[in-house]
């Protein structure tokens, strides 16, 4: 089972609904997903529980719910998104610094060894692209990519409540110039985007056997297309989520990005215009466009 979030038709009334595995979408009561996750936890119920009754004998929304405009499945506060937990990131990582070719131990290999994940801060919700509308890039950058991640929502005692689908936009170079520019290789406006679906957590038998699809077009024709599989992960997603929630504030509905094993090859950069397909197994396919920095976008 599924949620999203979208908008009615007036283009105001915000309203969470329900996907089944069948691709049928039912409009629930609860306002939001983290009210239908507290309604549960007062009712001593699971999420799962409290959708099937709310939609049992309603009637599905008309049509296909991709069609619907989608808003983020949650209204994040902060987006958070954690670095080097694949063997490719490690590798991607050590290319584009010009690190890893003389033998030397780099720094993203001892994060890769370590015992503590490198976490960082992304994006709040003001810079947080929705689902079909333009993510973008930034204007003093060569080498920008999507980095298609699985991305857990968490409640504040770190608890996964589901998983999500998401796009950590980079700088490669950047990051790879100096790790101390790390924040400006990650954030500006509109770099993140997730959706369009959260699948609830209980729904999801095994996380590490998820497989990830990365496709990017250009002037209407496939110019990357790469996959890869959660099982490919270094870390455990409970312990990612222990490391962020470690003497810190975590708010509800708190995004926990949790590394990218699909690198676009060589020297591949976005353009404006391209578009951006990640799709996760059981999740769905988030889709964004692409502009320019400062391009002029309305919601």
Known sequence: MRIIRYFEADGRTVRLAAVTDGEQAFPLRSPDFIALVRETDEAGITPLEAVRRQIEGAEPLPGDWRALNLLTPVDAPEVWAAGV??????????????????????????????????????????RTARPGTPVCIRGDSDWQVPEPELGIVLDGRGR?????????????????????????????????SF??????????PNPYDLTITCRIYRDGRLAVEESANTGQLRRKLDELASYLARDNVV?????????????????????????????ISGIGTLVNPVAAADASISE
């Not at 990131?89 to 015992?115: C, I, L, M, P, Q």
């Not at 959706?195 to 999801?204: H, N, Q, S, Y």
């Open 85 to 126: 937990t694949y063997e490719r990131s490690r590798e991607a990582r050590n290319e584009e610094s010009k690190g890893g070719t003389t033998g030397e131990e780099t720094f993203y290999d001892k994060v890769y060894r370590a015992e503590r994940p490198e976490i960082f801060f992304k994006s709040t919700s003001a």
């Open 195 to 204: 959706g369009p679906a959260i699948r609830l957590a209980e729904t999801v």
């Open 251 to 279: 708010f509800d509905g708190t995004v926990l990005l949790t590394g990218t094993c699909i690198v676009p090859p060589d020297r591949f950069t976005l353009r404006p215009g391209d578009r951006i397909e990640i799709g």
């Open 160 to 192: 996964i409540l589901g998983y999500t689908v998401g796009n950590d936009m980079s700088c490669r170079d950047i990051e790879g110039e100096n790790p101390l520019y790390l924040p400006q290789a990650k954030i500006w406006r509109r770099s993140c």
